[in-house]
T-cell receptor, first 112, second 111 residues
Framework: NAGVTQTPKFRVLKTGQSMTLLCAQD?????MYWYRQDPGMGLRLIHY???????AKGEVPDGYNVSRLKKQNFLLGLESAAPSQTSVYFC???????????FGDGTRLSIL | SQQGEEDPQALSIQEGENATMNCSYK?????LQWYRQNSGRGLVHLIL?????REKHSGRLRVTLDTSKKSSSLLITASRAADTASYFC???????????FGRGTSLIVHP
């Protein structure tokens, strides 16, 4: 049972570079989420999706873009990375809005 | 901004003792969820309690909900070193809103 898989697990970028984080879930969940976790800040929602082909902004969407072309995948893009985007990024999925979320183990991203 | 806030921020106890952490929230909710996060891992769902429920149990976990005080508590009985983790509550006002997470309580259980 894979659950939610995030790729890559670690990455170091230089300021201005771009990259895409991939999240894949095998539970046929409609909802998918991207969070960032910073020390003392808890989890903050970046973007989310309520189904294939849909995306919506969360609490901290600036500097990020997302796409949900297939139900099982949710991609998070950084077009021009900034040091302030150094964080641990978590993807999650759920069957509906108020149901338990299943999390991946995170992507640790450092931007120099 | 977080809808739910956990208290205390950190808790240190001995193995065998009980651990209690609290979550306060601001608006009416559909349900409240508790999650655990071990170091370096993603969050794992523990318990979901609905707004019309007052208490729920799962093994050594007991969750209470007081909607009049807009608060919830998570009790871990007979703590073990393996319970060392951060614990988060997630609350959502229902409707079209996505549940939001608090900053968490860091629990350390000393063997």
């Amino acid at each position: 049972n894979a659950g939610v898989t995030q790729t890559p697990k670690f990455r170091v970028l230089k300021t201005g570079q771009s990259m895409t984080l991939l999240c894949a879930q095998d539970m046929n969940h409609e909802y998918m989420y991207w969070y960032r976790q910073d020390p003392g800040m808890g989890l903050r929602l970046i973007h989310y999706s309520v189904g294939e082909g849909t995306t919506a902004k969360g609490e901290v969407p600036d500097g990020y873009n997302v796409s949900r072309l297939k139900k099982q995948n949710f991609l998070l893009g950084l077009e021009s990375a900034a040091p302030s985007q150094t964080s641990v990024y978590f993807c999650a999925s759920s069957s509906s809005r108020n149901q338990p979320q299943h999390f991946g183990d995170g992507t640790r991203l450092s931007i120099l | 901004s977080q809808q739910g806030e956990e208290d205390p921020q950190a808790l240190s106890i001995q193995e065998g003792e009980n651990a209690t952490m609290n979550c306060s929230y601001k608006t009416s909710i559909n349900n409240l969820q508790w999650y655990r996060q071990n170091s370096g891992r993603g969050l794992v769902h523990l318990i979901l309690i609905r707004s019309n429920e007052r208490e729920k149990h799962s093994g050594r976990l007991r969750v209470t909900l007081d909607t009049s005080k807009k608060s919830s508590s998570l009790l871990i009985t007979a703590s073990r070193a393996a319970d060392t983790a951060s614990y988060f509550c997630a609350t959502g006002p229902g409707g079209s809103y996505i549940p939001t997470f608090g900053r968490g309580t860091s629990l350390i259980v000393h063997p």
